[in-house]
């Protein structure tokens, strides 16, 4: 009798976005840490009350239209339209360009009203979590230096390798902009 071999399939499953939302879940989990440790320390007393500056609302506004900029970018590139799709891709990244400086002018405008770094919990965890969300968007914008140079560098083509490279730069900055939106929308909220 012929032993009985297991057939063995292939995962539909790309390797790389699935280590991508490993990494994204990941990340989720810190931000949850961090959004929980500020509830219980804010209820453990000693909180500095302030108002966020404005610039946090701006950038808000700016991060929210880099992902809108990059969705189109990806829909011209999979209809072959090189132009829309460099431009709306440059575009993305000077937006994220943009939110990372007026997140920098955003910490200065709360050292200015006395919300610094070291004079109170409330304000050093605005600092850490702020800080450590503009550190995910700079390494977002790594990756879309790294789309900038596929896209300005090679002959343009529309192949199925390049659309998935694409496609795992826009999730993550998706992400990162989701992030920001539940990020400020906890801050308005907890204040």
Known sequence: MAAIT????????????FALWVAIAGIMMM???F??????RRAAGNWFEFK??????INTAVIILSS??????????????????KSLLLTTFV????????????????????ATLTVNPSSS????????HAAHVLGGMLALIVALTHAYYLPFKVTTRRQ????????YWHFVDVLWVYLIFFFTIQS
């Not at 297991?6 to 976005?17: A, D, G, V, W």
């Not at 998935?164 to 999730?171: A, G, I, K």
């Open 95 to 114: 937006l994220g360009f943009a939110f990372v400086i007026l997140q920098y002018k955003g910490w200065e405008a709360m050292d200015a009203m006395g």
């Open 35 to 40: 959004t929980s440790a500020y509830v219980v």
């Open 164 to 171: 998935q490279r694409f496609e795992l730069v826009v999730q």
């Open 6 to 17: 297991p057939q063995y399939s292939r995962s539909n499953i790309n390797s790389q976005k």
């Open 68 to 85: 809108v900029t990059l969705q189109m970018s990806y829909r011209a590139f999979r209809q072959g339209k090189e132009k829309a799709y």
């Open 31 to 33: 931000f949850g840490a």
């Open 125 to 132: 965890f605005i600092f850490v979590i702020s800080g450590a």
């Open 52 to 57: 966020l500056p404005d610039l946090f609302f």
